[in-house]
């Protein structure tokens, strides 16, 4: 009996815990996939100035997505944002801004955040600067789109594109 409550116990906080997270999805392109976290907006205020209520700050290096770092994967040697990049996979972190964002490829994978990011941020890539892109509808969840031409960002009405060429 008491074998069987622990059971129970331990799937219950199993359960709450999976639950808690947000799942992980996967923008498939021909030469590009971006897997990562898709956590929703959930009437938060998104990105904002250091000192408001938005759950993440201009100019502050963020993991661009929920729970394990965003991943990119080049199936192919390219140019991303005009520099090169090697085929690979990636971690991608970005810093929100009200004009331009940037955007980090780091070879360490499966950082949990943006202060693991702080520790690995000599093994950096590259680092690339776009503009920031206003979208005239809301997109309640987190949702990258990847085609031959771009790989595409954007949560609530703000976002980024980056170039791409193959």
Not at 93 to 108: A, C, D, M, R, Y
Not at 111 to 126: H, I, P, R, T, W
Request: no cysteine; net charge positive; aromatic share 12%.
């Amino acid at each position: 009996m008491k074998k069987s409550i622990l059971a129970l116990f331990f799937s219950l906080v199993a359960f709450t815990w999976a639950s808690a997270q947000s799942p992980r999805v996967t923008a498939e392109g021909k030469n590009i996939s971006v897997a990562y976290g898709q956590p929703s907006k959930k009437g938060r205020v998104l990105f904002g100035k250091e000192g408001s209520e938005s759950l993440e700050k201009y100019d502050k290096v963020w993991r661009t997505g929920a729970n394990a770092s965003t991943e990119i994967t080049f199936k192919k040697d390219g140019k991303f944002a005009g520099k090169d990049v090697k085929a690979g996979t990636y971690s991608l972190f970005t810093i929100p801004g009200e004009k331009q964002w940037t955007v980090i490829l780091n070879s360490v994978l499966g950082q949990s955040g943006a202060y693991e990011y702080e520790k690995n941020k000599e093994k950096d890539v590259l680092k690339v600067s776009v503009p920031a892109k206003k979208y005239p509808t809301s997109a309640e969840k987190l949702t990258f789109t990847v085609t031959d031409k771009s790989v595409d960002f954007q949560w609530d009405k703000e976002g980024f594109s980056v170039p791409v060429k193959f």
